[in-house]
């Protein structure tokens, strides 16, 4: 995607192949910073820390953060013991996106077949790239998916501004090209369909006012922040045709793991007659768990998080308390909408309906134990 008339990405590797490059999303809109990742404990830092976040992006840098692991051992070979230990450390980084233990253990089962420290480098190098130009494609294919239902409601609406309201941050930055939840509307207005979205601010980081919004400024799309209540007096008064949203981790019977607040959302859009669509990767599905809110696991975050808001100030960022420094705070960073809420998946495959039956019908290939689930640490 473009910034300021350039293409750029949000994560790729430097000239030497040595050093991982990513946007430090922490810092946005107020400033571009690229942050430099050099060892297995910077990537884990940069995941923690939400330099990089969104779940196809956060599977992208753990992939990258196995080849930094073959690249940085010592002597003559490389144990896969050793890997496979820095893959467990990778994987606990954040426990909710299964896109991270998909990418790692993809990366893994490569390199441990391989004997000798400069073909493990160079498999672990060229998997990572691989990775993150299959999920460019994925998101590509989401965004000419998706686009066909947008404008299906622009001919209904003769043209009219079809108005998407969106969830946190699915867009380029959260993956590597496109987004999920923005791809199709990125695809529509490409092709000349008039779109306003509803930019959810998402807290308790903001990362609908602060990076889906400087996305939408930086490719001209017309949009508007709102606060996260403000979705449901929307639909109230038809004032959103369609949400689109991302999603975390998807169970294979259509539970959708998404930012907090998604369900809610979903709530509001189910009341209103409203077509509520997750957009996903199927890197995203974890073809292991069926019960979504009891088996997904729910991230709890620092809870300064929800006590201080960070925003520009005198031309520096800073943070702002809110509450009384003595009120405790809880951190939830996902919530979980069960598939009955769900209009539609929108996949690099097609377009299915959020149950078990829809999404083996676009994805056969995923036994039920799921490729992800690999056995190469027995």
Known sequence: MKVNGRNIRPIWLDDSLKIVKVIDQRRLPHEFVIADLRTVDDVIDAIQKMYVRGAPLIGVTAAYGVYLAALGSVGGNIENGYLIKEGERLKAARP????????????LSEIVKRESRDEKVDIACKEAER???????RCCRIGENGAELIEKISLRKKGRPVNILTHCNAGWLACIEYGTATAPIYAAFQNGIDIHVWVDETRPLNQGARLTAWEMLHQGVKHTIITDNTAGHLMQHRMVDMV?????????????????????????????GIPFYVALPSSSFDWTIKDGINEIPIEERDPDEVKYVQGLNDGRIRSVLVPSADSPAANFAFDVTPARLVTAFITE???????????????????????????FYR
Do not use: H, M
């Not at 990775?131 to 494609?137: H, Q, S």
């Open 96 to 107: 909710t996106a299964v896109n991270l233990s998909w990418a790692v253990d993809t990366v």
């Open 131 to 137: 990775i993150a130009e299959t999920e460019a494609e």
């Open 244 to 272: 689109i949203v991302g999603s975390d981790r998807t169970t294979r019977n259509g539970d959708v793991a998404n930012k907090i607040g998604t369900y809610l959302v979903a709530l509001a859009a189910k009341d209103n």
């Open 349 to 375: 495959r097609g377009i299915c309906p959020a149950t078990e039956a829809g999404i083996r019908n676009l994805f056969p290939d995923k036994g039920s134990s799921g490729f992800e689930q690999l056995d």
